[in-house]
């Protein structure tokens, strides 16, 4: 790679990069790794910075958080710490070398170089260390990931790679689509003997939840789905796996106002029909995105049945009051008609009455669930053009309290 950036042109290319630089200086040789080192040798723009620390952290990392004011987050088991500079997040990490007890288990961890560091990375790409001290010096190029960066090849350091950590598998196929980009054929071959072996079961579903969400949010995911069954994945997803759908689901987000990785999820996790619960509780996802995705599976295949387009204007809010968005966009993923839907998301929902519970106790009405009922059914009676104004509202929820006291 000629005029390759160094890796403190690189950092200083971030807000607050040149301090940061300043800040490293009097500290173990630290080196920039990871996705940066990858996006900006391929002409793309970095988003984060990863450092690998030869040395103990902690000094530095408090030093950082000092001197920027920024929040640290340590992770001493694996000797790594986070925190925000110039709003851009720093990932700070001692080089290190890895040993897998266990097949998709935590690796146990231990001080090493940078070279040992590189060697237990995923994939070749992300294999690449730029030094950050004032001798910036060469890249530190192990495994000829720059030149997998070239030939747009996804290529596994050890043949072990899947089976110690099997979210590699989403994550190889995630490299494939973003960097437009392909497996070799003996890291392919790898994969899929990985997939067929069962490797996925060994990873927690914590793990698993957390890259697969990753994948649902590339923007070209739908191409990373079609990869996934070409690999396997399908066999090992009961019900298997509907890229179609979970495009056309998030696609309809966009007209719905859902999360798309969420409304995504839920068509993927669909066809798994009543296991589908159990799974998603697998992936333990935070208790917001969980409910969220679980209330859509809930809502969206009787609102696809049921929504039709000669629906009247009560029968479609009936339909869709308190749906969530991602329930919408699944529904219209699933063949709902579209005109209803996006009838209620444009007037429908805000649709109110001039008149509240205060008038109809005012007109002598006790207080009961009866107040609320009436309400209601005078709304929807408003919604199909069957009142018009204040007084015919009063009316008409005064008499429907009244009956429904009685």
């Given at each position: 790679m000629t005029n390759a950036p160094t890796g403190q042109e690189i950092v200083r290319g971030f807000p607050e990069g040149g301090a940061l630089l300043e800040a490293l200086a009097g500290f173990p040789p630290a080196y920039l790794v990871g996705g940066a080192v990858r996006d900006a040798l391929r002409g793309a723009v970095p988003v984060d910075v990863d450092i690998a620390v030869e040395g103990e952290i902690?000094?530095?990392?408090?030093?950082?958080?000092?001197?920027?004011g920024a929040e640290l987050l340590e992770h001493e088991r694996f000797g790594t710490a986070r925190l925000a500079i110039g709003g851009v997040r720093v990932d700070l990490a001692r080089t290190r070398s890895e040993c897998y007890a266990a097949p998709g288990g935590l690796p146990e961890v231990a001080p090493a170089s940078i070279e040992d560091d590189l060697a237990r990375r995923d994939f070749t790409v992300n294999a690449v260390a730029l030094p950050l001290g004032d001798e910036a010096g060469e890249a530190i190029d192990p495994f000829d990931g720059r030149a997998d960066l070239v030939s747009k090849t996804i290529r596994v350091l050890h043949p072990r790679s899947f089976l110690d950590d099997p979210t590699r598998l989403l994550r190889a196929i995630r490299y494939e689509v973003r960097l437009d980009s392909s497996m070799e054929p003996q890291t392919e071959r790898l994969a899929r003997a990985a997939i067929d072996g069962g490797a996925l079961g060994t990873v927690s579903g914590a793990r698993l939840g957390a890259e697969l969400l990753l994948l649902l949010g590339e923007v070209n995911f739908v191409a990373a789905l079609e990869r996934m069954v070409d690999l396997g994945f399908h066999e090992r997803w009961p019900g298997g796996i509907?890229?179609?759908?979970?495009?056309?689901?998030?696609?309809?987000?966009?007209?719905?106002?859902?999360?798309?990785?969420?409304?995504?999820?839920?068509?993927?996790?669909?066809?798994?029909?009543?296991?589908?619960?159990?799974?998603?509780?697998?992936?333990?996802?935070?208790?917001?995105?969980?409910h969220r995705v679980r209330a859509a599976l809930r809502d969206a295949p009787p609102l696809a049945a049921e929504l039709r387009g000669d629906a009247k204007p009560s029968e479609i809010f009936v339909s869709l009051d308190g749906v969530s968005p991602e329930g919408m966009a699944l529904a219209l993923a699933l063949g709902a008609a579209p005109e209803p839907l996006l009838s209620y998301l444009a007037s429908l929902q805000y649709a109110t009455l001039e008149i509240s519970g205060d008038d109809l106790r005012a007109a002598g009405i006790a207080p009961s669930p009866a107040i609320g009922a009436a309400l209601r059914a005078t709304l929807l009676a408003k919604l199909d053009g069957l009142l018009d104004g204040r007084e015919a509202e009063l009316a008409a929820a005064i008499e429907l309290a009244r009956g429904g006291a009685a």
């Open positions: 902690g000094s530095l990392a408090w030093a950082l958080s000092d001197h920027f509907d890229p179609a759908l979970c495009g056309s689901a998030a696609l309809a987000a966009l007209d719905t106002g859902a999360d798309r990785v969420l409304s995504a999820l839920a068509a993927l996790l669909l066809g798994l029909g009543s296991g589908a619960p159990s799974v998603l509780e697998q992936l333990e996802l935070d208790a917001g995105a969980a």
